[in-house]
């Protein structure tokens, strides 16, 4: 069983930026994707990012690409999601997961954390 804990939401204005971390704890070696995702009101989960941690190779959504970029510390288990040049439109709740592999669909991911809420204000 994998833990994820996410961290570093909050309230910036447009143009501002933000970094968010995911620690995991517990049987980490399961799973060798990790990713972020966002849901904005009213809706679908969306990928954002994911990074396959055997190689570092990196995927970003269209949408922020040049503007977010996912990276990892292998000895803090720790992924992170820097944002910069945020967006109204990048206003949403941030999860964190993990699988073995990667996709950007939701259903492929079996480990979620509880989200963290970023609002970017104009």
């Known amino acids: 069983q994998v833990q994820l804990v996410e961290s570093g939401g909050g309230s910036v204005q447009a143009g501002g930026s933000l970094r968010l971390s995911c620690a995991a704890s517990g049987a980490t070696d399961r799973h060798n994707c990790m990713a972020w995702f966002r849901q904005a009101p009213g809706k679908a989960r969306e990928a954002v990012a994911y990074?396959?941690?055997?190689?570092?190779?990196?995927y970003s959504t269209d949408s922020v690409k040049g503007r977010f970029a996912i990276s990892r510390d292998d000895a803090k288990n720790t992924v992170y999601l820097q944002m910069n040049s945020l967006k109204p439109e990048d206003t949403a709740i941030y999860y964190c997961?993990?699988?073995?592999?990667?996709?950007?669909?939701?259903?492929?991911?079996?480990?979620w954390g509880q989200g963290t809420q970023v609002t970017v204000s104009s």
């Open positions: 997961a993990a699988a073995s592999g990667c996709t950007t669909l939701v259903p492929h991911f079996g480990t």
């Open positions: 990074i396959y941690i055997p190689t570092g190779i990196t």
